[in-house]
C-alpha cells in the first residue's frame, strides 16, 4: 500500500542536516543549511518573519518540498526515498489557509478525507473522526457545509481533518494568525492533549505570547537560519532582545515586565505573577 | 458623523439575521473599536456602515442609516465611497491587481472619480506622505510585504479624501512587523483626527487606539461605551473577546496574592 | 495585417520580403527575435509539418516527380506549393507572435480607453490577463495541501481521477470566493462610478506612427484590390 511505512517505530524523531532550499525561480536561498534536531514528544515553536523560511522548513518535514541541498531524516530514514503519501502518515501539516484545503460539503467528510487516504476505515476511522471533532469543538456539526462555519471554525476544522490522521508528528503553520480567543484557547487544548499523548508538536507563529506559554522549546529564524534555539525562558531573556529585534521580533509582555521589574527571565505571565512574589 | 438606528442586516438566502437592533454613532475625529469573537457580526456591521452591505453584498437592511442627519438608503455605492472608506483583512484581494506601481494603485481611487489630472496626483501624494511610504512609490504593489500592501490599499481608500474609514480587522494577517507598521499609521490617523471604526481581535490594539469600544456577540450589542470600561468589564472573556494585557496580569496577579501595585508600577513606566 | 498580406501576396518571393520587413526586422529592433522564432515556430509547426506534407505528396494534378517513397510521390510542383503555404504560415504565426510579445496590454488597454471603451471593461481585459498565473498558484497550494493529508497523486488512474475532487473544489470555491473581496474593495473606490475616469497618461503616439499606420492599412487594401482584378496576374 503507497502509504505503508518501511520502518519499524511509531514513535518519530526528525532531523535536517545542512538544509538548503533554493526556489526555482529566485536563486535566493530560502533556507541557508538549517541544522535542526527535535525529538520524539518535543513540543517545538517556530518564530521570525514572514519570508525568514519557517515555511520552506516545515515543508520539508512531509516531503511536499525536497532539499536542494542536505538532508531530512524521519526516524533515522532518509525523507529522499519517501513518497509525500508515505510521509504523511507520519507528519500532518496543517496548512495556514483553510479554504486551500477544505473541499467536502460536511464537516464529517472533511475530516475523514485525511485518514481514508491512510487507509482507515469501519470503527477505528469512526472513531479518529469524533475524537478529532470533539477536540477542536465541532461535534454535533458533522452534517453542517464547512462554508458555514465561521472562518475561526473552519481554521478549527482544518486542524481536525489532520488531527483524525493519528500522526505521531503534527505540524501547524500559523494556527494563530486570524484566529479568535475561543478558536486561540481550543488550539491550546488541543497542543496540550497532543503532547501528553506523546506526540511531537511543531507550530509557527507570530504570537509570542502563545508561544511561551504553549511550547517549551523556541526556534527563531531569519534569513534561512535559525538564530535562537532554546527554551522560552533563554529566547526571551533580556541578552537575547537585540537578536530578536534583528528580525523585528519583541518578547512577550511577562519578559518585558519582568525585564523592567529586574525579575530575571519571565517569558510567560506564571513566572512573572511567581517572582513578583507577594 | 454616521448613525446608525435600530438596524439589523440578513444575507441573502441566511435563516437568520446577522445583526439585530444596532445602534451606534461614529462621530468626526472619533476612534470606535468593534470587538467580539468570530461570526459576532464585525465584519457584517462593517460592511454595512460602509454600505457596502446591501449595496454590493446583497441580503436586507432593516432600521436607518444616516450621514451627518441625511438618509443615506438611496446613495449608490460610488458616492458613498467618497465619504466612507473601508479596509479588509486581506492585503492583497484589496490591490486592484492591474497597475505595475504603488502611485498608480493610490491613484486608482481618485483617477474613478473622474477627477482633473492635477488633482489625482495631489490627492496620490499626500495619501502615501500621510502614511510614510512615499519611498514605495514606484515599486510593483504586488510584490510588496503584507504590511505594506495594507498601507498601500490604505493609502488608496485615504486618496478618496473619506470623511470616515473603516477597517475590519487590518492587522489578523500580518506578522509582527507589518503589525507594528499597520497599528503606528492607524495612531498617527487617529492622532491626527481621523474618524475610524475598527474591528480587531487585538484588543491591545484597540485599548492604545479607541475612545468608545463596542462589543459584539450573536448580531447585538453586548456591550458599549468608554474603552477603558469596557475592556475592564468581567463579562469580556464570556463574550470571547480576550482581555487586554495589562487587564489580564493584573487580574492574574491580584488572584495569586502578588504585589500588583509593583507590577502596576511597571505598567505605569509605559 | 501582415498576416492578411501574406495571404494575399501571390507567389513565393512577395512572402518572403514581407516576413522579413514586417516580423524579422522589428524583431530585432524590440530584441525579442529569439523569443520570437521559438514563439513561432512551436506555434505553426504542428500545421505547418502536416500541410507541408500533404502538399508535397499529395498535390492535385502535379505531374514532374521529385522523389518516391513506397506508392507515395513527391512532387516538384507539390514541393513548390508546399513551400508557398509553409511562408505564409510562418509569416502569420511570426506576426501574431510579435504583437504579442512587442504589445503591453496595459498600453493596449489604455489606448483603447481613450478612444472610448469603459474603464470596467478595460479593467476586465487587464485582469483577466493576470488571472491564469494567480490560479496555477492556488492550484499549486490546494495540491500541495491534499497531499499533506495523504492524496495520493502518484497512483492509478482511476485513484488520480478521484483526486481531482478535494483540488478543483477549493480552487473554484476559493476563487470565487476571492472574487466577491476583490469586487468589494473595487467599489470601495468608485469603480462602479458610471462615465469616463481620468487617465493619468496616454501611451505614446508619434504623428510618424500614426501616418505609417495608415501607409500600411492603405497598402493592404492596394495589395487586396490588386489581387482580386488580378492585375499582376
Redo the contacts between chains.
Sequence with gaps: M??DWPGPSPVTELRTEGLVHRYADGGVRALDGVDLHVAAGERVAIVG???SGKTTLV?HL?G?LRPTEGRVTVDGTDAAGL???QL??RV??V?Q?P??????GSVRSEVE??PR??GRAGAELRNAVSAALDATGLAGEEATNP?DL????RKLLALA??LA?RTPVLVLDEPT????????ERVRTVIESAASEGRTVIAIS?D??FVAESFERVIVMRAGAIILDGSASHVFAADAWDALAST???PP??AA?GQ??DLGSTPT??S???A??? | MIALAGVGYRYAGAAGPALLDIDLELRDGEVVGLAG???AGKTTLCLVVSGLAPRTVGGQIRGQVTLDGEDVDAWPMHRLSQTIGIGF?NPSTQLSGVTDTVFEEVAFGPMNLALPRVEVVARSWAALDLLRIDALAERDPRRL??GQQQLVAMAGLLAMRPAHLVLD?PT??L??????MVGEAIERLAADGASILIAE?KTDLLASICSRLLVLDGGRVALSGPSAEVLADLEL?RL???EP?EV??RR??DA????VA??A???A?D | MTAIAAVALGGLPGPIILVAAAVVLPAMAARVLGRLVRTALLLALPIAISAFLVNLFFFPGATQVLFRIGPIVATVEGFGFALEILIRILAISGAVTLFYLTARPGDLTLDLERRGISPRIAFVINASVQTVPALVE?AG??T?????????T??NIWRRVRGI???V??VI??SI?EVEERTMALEARGFTRPGRRTLLWTPADSVRQSIGRWLMLAALVGLIVVRLTGVLG
Design positions: 503507497s502509504h518573519q514572514n519570508g515543508r512531509n511536499l513518497t509525500i503519501a504523511a502518515s500532518g501539516l496548512f489557509d479554504d486551500r484545503q477544505i473541499f467536502a478525507f485525511g487516504n491512510l462554508y465561521g472562518q475561526s471554525r481533518s489532520v490522521m494568525t486570524g484566529q479568535d480567543a475561543r478558536g486561540l507570530h509570542m505570547r523585528h521580533l519583541e509582555l511577562a515586565i523592567r521589574l505571565d506564571a512573572l505573577i511567581r513578583l512574589g507577594p | 469573537a468570530s461570526e483583512q510585504s503584507g480587522e489578523a494577517q506578522d509582527p512587523a507589518g503589525t507594528r481581535q472573556s470571547g473577546v480576550a494585557s489580564r496580569l492574574a496577579a495569586a496574592g502578588a504585589n509593583r507590577l508600577g511597571a505598567f513606566r | 492556488r497550494q490546494i500541495a495541501a491534499q497531499r499533506a493529508r495523504g492524496l495520493d502518484e497512483g475532487v478535494p483540488i473544489g477549493p470555491l476559493g470566493a
